[in-house]
């Protein structure tokens, strides 16, 4: 009888660290999932209600820059509200995995949508970036003049929108890899 | 003697199929590999070796265009290159995967590795990409003019460039899901 109390102790002392781990690791990925989510919201957020209007016009043109003039900030709002959407949503699946940390299925299909998010969020982030680089310094080869020193106010705000992306662009990779670690000591 | 020998024919048709599976996949990660490390070689060096001069010069300026004008352009063809040789060199860690197909934490430093090559691979073909754009339609409202009808043949070059990187990038995604489910399986 003794003995057997033992044995249990030993064998739950064996389960246990490989299981707390995992548990750790779970939480992990729920709080970077958080702040994921609020780095592409915060992304999205400040993108899509950045406008600018210049304080002079002509008869014709009134000089006014917001984002949707720009296709690539488009592109940059809808990717970050897309990888937004998802990464709330995994928060549920997140969640299962902490009260079961044994679940491996799920966990690979979380990695397979996190994998595509990533590709999704880093084509979204470099290409306002590039376009950003170009207001900032314009292309004397190109003939693309800065626009950021008549809109100097707009250039700000989207310049700082894309840290909060670029932030949950490197959070993904750290997610596929906890994600990784975790399938493997299932 | 018999029954013994019909034992170890049952137990290995147990463990084969997994076995079988597992070198499978790590079969299918090589290809995939060589592919990827292909389409990067391919859209580096087209974007690398393309360049147009017009027909037409003025007294001080000859017209014409190439990668490094662009520092979206001079990002696609390092960010290429870098995943490029990342992925000749990673054949050989996968080449040793399907001689030991049990091998777990190779798999996972690939698999980080991997990761962190999609968000470089697909910034790069997302950057020029926006680029591309910008010299196909121009932008009236930042009043940058299309390029492309000078620069027909380098436009178009550029253009196909893109494509091996996009390719690339999905097959990244899908060498990562490989890998976690061979991760999960051994």
Known sequence: MKSGTLDAGEASKDVNPTQRLNR???????ILRIIAGAGTLASAVTMGTTNETLPFFTQSIQFRAEYDDIPSFT?????NSIACGYLVLSLVLSLFHIVRSAAVNSRILLLA?????LGLLSAAA?????????????????N????????NNFCERISGSLIGSFVAAFLLI????????????H
Chains 1, 2 share one sequence.
Do not use: E
């Open 144 to 151: 693309w003049f800065a626009i950021c020193q008549q809109f």
């Open 174 to 185: 750290l997610l596929i890899i906890t994600s990784a670690v975790t399938i493997s000591r």
């Open 75 to 79: 592109f940059f709002v809808i990717g």
């Open 24 to 30: 750790g690791l779970s939480v992990l990925d729920f």
């Open 113 to 117: 949508f996190d994998t595509a998010m």
């Open 126 to 142: 470099s290409a306002a970036a590039s376009i950003v680089y170009l207001a900032h310094k314009g292309n004397s080869d190109a």
